[in-house]
């Protein structure tokens, strides 16, 4: 220090603060040696930080295991003076960090207050402790058991069968969907999803997205068998899109005559045969009327990711998509490939197919329930100006299932009764 202070060629080190008694004092240099330096002027001292900014310190616990379990009590910031001082945390902030780490060992969290839990979920998720192995679907459930639709309303898997294949008991532990979107994830009729949707977990989803999913009409069957004998299941589906499914054909769309609550469908793309029989059976039995013009509904601009948990889903995303990076190795071949003039792999996101070709396609076979309060006003207004219909047939589409079993004879309703023995079989199964 005393050398510093005799040279000539130090640099001007700026105030001297001192505290004392609470207070903070400048300190003037009346040093001689400081004293004589200072008469030539000298440039500015280069601050490591500028005035005004301000940080938060972290303790690296990754090297030592017996500093892992310790909290820092601490919170270390620069002043506008570029000083270091000094905060203690809130007991709240140290025993909501405490919990965080170890909320996988909770019994339960029923009953507790929705604005403590949601700061809880907050701080776990920022220690991303949810995509821990084990520990993060232990965790998870404590809060969808808890808390439900508020932990998430709304799920977005479009596209993202990796996501589903790594994190599958996470997706399962989610409760009071209202809206699932499952499209270009080539789940197939035996994916254990499929047979989850059926459960009386999800009986709350309204809006089913399934486009592109390799489905037959064994997975539809399966799919409505709940439904079509217990009531139960999705029973309550107002949305569902099945198009770009072309192992679908009549007899499977048969099986949706089940959903009775249904305000729009969506089977473009599909293998149907007859199309026009297959349209005056949905309007008979369902009451929904072919719409000439693509709906709204069916765009996937409604369904995203919503709640809590909105952000676990891409962490998630983001750990499968790194898991699924080729090694390193591989860059020298692919300058080489540059170097020899040939075509590059481009890495690009598996797409739809079907739907793209679907698109272009001027026939869309989707339906909608007039004065339905799920469907877009202002594009079923010009769906009715562009095709107007008779209104026999229409108040004929409508009228109420129970007035319509009143109408219809005995047989007809022993019809309904009777199974089939592969229905008996499925719904053993379960």
């Known amino acids: 220090m005393s050398y510093y202070l005799n040279s000539e060629n130090h640099l001007d080190p700026g105030p001297i603060y001192v505290r004392e008694n609470g207070q903070l004092h400048m300190v003037n240099l009346a040093l001689d040696g400081v004293r004589s330096g200072l008469q030539k002027p000298r440039p500015r001292p280069f601050r490591l930080f500028p005035k005004g900014f301000s940080v938060e310190l972290c303790m690296n616990r990754e090297d030592d295991t017996a500093q892992k379990e310790k909290t820092d009590h601490f919170i270390f910031t620069y002043t506008r003076e570029g000083n270091l001082r000094y905060s203690a945390k809130s007991l709240f902030s140290l025993v909501l960090g405490f919990i965080s780490d170890n909320v996988d060992h909770i019994d339960s969290l029923i009953g507790f207050p929705e604005q403590i839990a949601e700061k809880l979920f907050s701080a776990a998720e920022a220690r991303q402790k949810f995509t821990e192995p084990g520990a993060g ?15 998430l309303c ?42 989850h949707l059926t459960n009386e977990a999800l009986s709350s989803v309204t809006q089913l997205h399934l486009k592109d999913n390799c489905l037959s009409d064994a997975g539809v069957r399966k799919m409505t068998a709940p439904v079509r004998v217990m009531k139960r299941g999705l029973e309550n589906l107002t949305l569902l899109d099945l198009s770009c499914n072309p192992e679908i054909t009549d007899a499977g769309i048969g099986y949706l005559f089940s959903f009775r609550k ?169």
Do not use: M
């Open 262 to 430: 249904l305000n729009c469908l969506d089977i473009s793309g599909t293998g149907l045969k007859d199309v026009n029989t297959i349209k005056h059976k949905i309007q008979t039995h369902i009451g929904l009327v072919h719409s000439k013009v693509p709906l709204k509904e069916f765009d996937h601009s409604n369904c995203k990711t919503e709640g809590w948990a909105d952000q676990i889903v891409l962490q998630w995303e983001r750990l499968t998509a790194e898991a699924g990076k080729p090694p390193e190795a591989s860059e020298p071949r692919r300058a080489a490939q540059r170097f020899y003039s040939r075509r590059t792999r481009t890495e690009t996101p598996v797409q739809c197919p079907l739907a793209d070709t679907h698109t272009n396609s001027s026939e869309k076979l989707q339906f909608y329930r007039e004065n339905a309060p799920d469907c877009q006003g202002p594009l079923l207004k010009r769906e009715t100006a562009l095709c107007p219909e008779s209104k026999t047939s229409k108040k004929r589409a409508f009228e109420d299932p129970e007035q319509e079993q009143s109408h219809s004879s005995q047989p007809a309703k022993q019809k309904c009764v009777c199974l089939a023995v592969e229905d008996w079989d499925l719904l053993n199964s379960y």
């Open 137 to 151: 679907l232990r965790a998870l459930q404590k809060f969808t058991e808890a808390y439900g639709s508020l932990v």
């Open 154 to 195: 709304s799920l977005c898997l479009r596209n993202r069968y990796l996501v589903i294949s790594e994190k599958l008991e996470e997706i399962k532990s989610f409760r009071e969907l209202t809206c699932l979107d499952l499209s270009c994830c080539k789940l197939g009729d035996e994916h254990e999803l499929l047979e």
